[in-house]
């Protein structure tokens, strides 16, 4: 029932910041967990960053660690993905997702934005 639309992609220099949102229409509660993923071209789908809206509690993958902050608002029914220290290999289409708990994989798929970091 979820529908998830990503924005604030863009062109930034190496070092910048950028803060992606995911929009979910409808109610997302506790039950759902929320993840960013990535793709850069040529390369396979890669998970950035997850969300559980049930504790807040927050999964990174070692490549963003310390850089990429994922987030949630329960009143506007978003996720932010805040990036910071951008570098030119995080170039690539940003995901969203969703999945409720219990289930083992993401179904629930955002369009992608685009994130182009230059050097």
């Known amino acids: 029932q979820v529908q998830l639309v990503e924005s604030g992609g863009g062109l930034v220099q190496a070092g910048g910041s950028l803060r992606l949102s995911c929009a979910a229409s409808g109610r997302t509660f506790s039950s759902y967990v929320m993840g960013w993923f990535r793709q850069a071209p040529g390369k396979e789908r890669e998970f950035v960053a997850a969300?559980?809206?049930?504790?807040?509690?927050?999964i990174y993958a070692d490549s963003v660690k310390g850089r990429f902050t994922i987030s949630g608002d329960n009143a506007k029914n978003t996720v932010y993905l805040h990036m910071n220290s951008l570098k030119p290999e995080d170039t690539a289409v940003y995901y969203c997702?969703?999945?409720?708990?219990?289930?083992?994989?993401?179904?629930?798929w955002g369009q992608g934005t685009q994130v182009t970091v230059s050097s």
């Open positions: 997702a969703a999945r409720t708990i219990q289930a083992g994989e993401y179904d629930v």
């Open positions: 969300f559980y809206w049930s504790d807040r509690r927050t």
